[in-house]
């Protein structure tokens, strides 16, 4: 069965510090699919990044940035220099080959304090 | 393309009243899902189609709950009759292949009273 931990919670840093959100996950799939959405305080939940299995090359998108692991099972995000803006709940989610709804994590509420 | 569409916004309704909501997914896509959030049990699938079928209901939580998608643009989920503890967002999503990244409607907010 196919699982997504976000052990923290809820964190809070201040306004260009450096953050990251941990996710673990757990599949007995080969091939899997990894996510993660941002929700603001407005509600929706939005699209971040999507990786496979067979490519663990890191990736940078301006201050964001993923780090995917399969040794250790992890798909972390990295905030660089944090804003304000950056301030709501980051889901990571799993989807299986051949097993098509994405399944999330419970979420991070990140704080960012100006 | 304008995404998908959800609506009402907001719904608040009386225990034991019928509750519709309703999704138009983008336009292509094959799957649609509609999830439940809330604070106890985080984002829940509820049931998703593709091509209009529904495959899996799983997690539709009682008989109470029934999903159609009667054409590609359209989709409702029903809650008939409604109780306090189905207040929840409930969204929908959409996506254009199996392994392909889903997008979300803005939810729609139902408070049962």
């Known amino acids: 069965a196919q699982k997504v931990t976000q052990a923290q919670t809820e964190i809070s840093v201040v306004e260009k510090e450096d953050v990251t959100l941990d996710c673990v996950y757990e599949t007995r799939d080969t091939t899997y699919y990894l996510f993660w959405y941002k929700q603001p305080p407005s509600g929706e939940l939005v699209f971040l990044i999507r990786r496979n299995s067979f490519d663990e090359q890191n990736e940078i998108s301006g201050r964001y940035s993923w780090n995917f692991q399969k040794s250790t099972s992890s798909f972390n995000f990295t905030i660089t220099a944090s804003q304000v803006v950056d301030s709501a709940v980051y889901f990571c989610a799993l989807s299986e080959k051949g097993n098509t709804p994405l399944v999330f994590g419970k979420g991070t509420r990140l704080s960012v304090i100006a | 393309d304008a995404g998908v569409i959800q609506s009402p916004r907001h719904e608040v309704t009386e225990m034991g009243q019928e509750v519709t909501l309703r999704c138009k997914p983008i336009s292509g896509h094959d799957y649609l899902f509609w999830y439940r959030q809330t604070m106890m049990r985080g984002l829940e699938l509820l049931i998703y189609f593709n091509n209009n079928v529904p495959i899996d209901d799983s997690g539709m939580p009682e008989d109470r709950f029934s999903a159609k998608m009667p054409n590609a643009s359209f989709s409702t989920l029903k809650i008939q009759p409604s109780e306090p503890r189905d207040s929840a967002v409930y969204f929908c999503?959409?996506?254009?292949?199996?392994?392909?990244?889903?997008?979300f409607g803005q939810g729609t907010r139902l408070t049962v009273v």
């Open positions: 999503a959409s996506k254009w292949e199996e392994n392909t990244e889903a997008f």
